[in-house]
T-cell receptor
Framework: DSGVTQTPKHLITATGQRVTLRCSPR?????VYWYQQSLDQGLQFLIQ???????AKGNILERFSAQQFPDLHSELNLSSLELGDSALYFC?????????????FGQGTRLTVV | AQTVTQSQPEMSVQEAETVTLSCTYD???????LFWYKQPPSRQMILVIR??????QNATENRFSVNFQKAAKSFSLKISDSQLGDTAMYFC???????????????FGKGTLLTVNP
């Protein structure tokens, strides 16, 4: 158990809908990262938050947004869902931006868009 | 931008034997980290081993070791005495090292599916 909790574990929704994925980082970790894992794109970095602020952005669609709350949990919002958004979404956390950091991954949320 | 290439989509090995997974990367950075992550059927991403680019000595973790060739930008993973529980997808990953730590995103390869046969 990495200490990173993602909910829900599975989500099935229809095209055009909006969903929210939740991530609770390890206790004390300030950084949260979101990754998308799909068959065609592999594992791709979406976005990073550090202590409530957006720190880095990757290949995140405009239909997607994220935020990190004062208690450090994070939510990834996916809207106007398309079939191609079906993927495994991972959250990872790390303590602080020192040179010795590593990312701890949650078990992921499997999103299926039908 | 960094790229990570794993040229072996699938590999298999007999239990107790040794297997080597390949990874090459491309970067203009001089300071970075390289990782191997394991993703078993449970889909949990588990860190197997990490290598700092400034260290010449290859990292080892029990049965897992790497062959890091910085000039060739190669980072292979050797698994000795393979066990059934090693069956998983293995991902090679790159992370740029930033002083002040503004960006610790990982760039992953496409993965190698390793099957350990009894």
């Amino acid at each position: 158990d990495s200490g990173v909790t993602q909910t829900p574990k599975h989500l099935i929704t229809a095209t055009g809908q909006r969903v929210t994925l939740r991530c609770s980082p390890r206790s004390g970790d300030l950084s949260v990262y979101w990754y998308q894992q799909s068959l065609d794109q592999g594992l791709q970095f979406l976005i990073q938050y550090y202590n409530g602020e957006e720190r880095a952005k990757g290949n995140i669609l405009e239909r997607f947004s994220a935020q990190q709350f004062p208690d450090l949990h994070s939510e990834l919002n996916l809207s106007s869902l398309e079939l191609g958004d079906s993927a495994l979404y991972f959250c990872a956390s790390s303590p602080r931006p020192t040179d010795d950091t590593e990312a701890f991954f949650g078990q992921g949320t499997r999103l299926t868009v039908v | 931008a960094q790229t990570v290439t794993q040229s072996q989509p699938e590999m298999s090995v007999q239990e107790a034997e040794t297997v080597t997974l390949s990874c090459t990367y491309d970067t203009s950075e001089s300071n970075y980290y390289l990782f191997w992550y394991k993703q078993p059927p449970s889909r949990q991403m588990i860190l197997v081993i990490r290598q700092e680019a400034y260290k010449q000595q290859n990292a080892t973790e029990n049965r897992f070791s790497v062959n890091f060739q910085k000039a060739a930008k190669s980072f292979s993973l050797k698994i000795s005495d393979s066990q059934l529980g090693d069956t998983a997808m293995y991902f090679c990953a790159f992370m740029k090292q930033n002083s002040g730590g503004s960006n610790y995103k990982l760039t992953f390869g496409k993965g190698t599916l390793l099957t350990v046969n009894p």
